[in-house]
Nanobody, 117 residues
Framework: QVQLVESGGGLVQAGGSLRLSCAAS???????MGWYRQAPGKQRELVAS????????SYAGSVQGRFTISRDNAKNTVYLPMNSLKPEDTAAYYC???????????WGQGTQVTVSS
């Protein structure tokens, strides 16, 4: 059974920090994992990814240096500590395997991040 449970979002002032977590079912967690986000009126985008072994992480330019993706393979969990948050980081955040978004047919409920200015 496919399962993705994101948590850790909230309301924070600009410059603040949050740490997102995502528990995934094993069938999804076996490969590269990513954090995606979707702001109102915008398309969903991949902001960070991490291969199964943890080396070779990748970030969107807009979050480079502020977000750090990590994973715990023993717990089937992926994390996203976010620092120096900006109002433009406001979005619903989702985790999933790294694939073209158009190929993904299941998403979790996501976790809302709201950054006030």
């Amino acid at each position: 059974q496919v399962q993705l449970v994101e948590s850790g979002g909230g309301l924070v002032q600009a410059g603040g920090s949050l740490r997102l977590s995502c528990a995934a079912s094993r069938s999804i967690f076996i490969g590269s994992m990513g954090w995606y986000r979707q702001a109102p009126g915008k398309q969903r985008e991949l902001v960070a990814s991490i291969p199964r072994l943890g080396t070779g992480t990748s970030y969107a330019g807009s979050v480079q240096g502020r977000f750090t993706i990590s994973r715990d393979n023993a717990k089937n969990t992926v994390y996203l500590p976010m620092n120096s948050l900006k109002p433009e980081d406001t979005a619903a955040y989702y985790c999933n395997s790294v694939r073209p978004i158009s190929d993904i047919d299941y998403w979790g409920q996501g976790t809302q991040v709201t950054v006030s200015s």
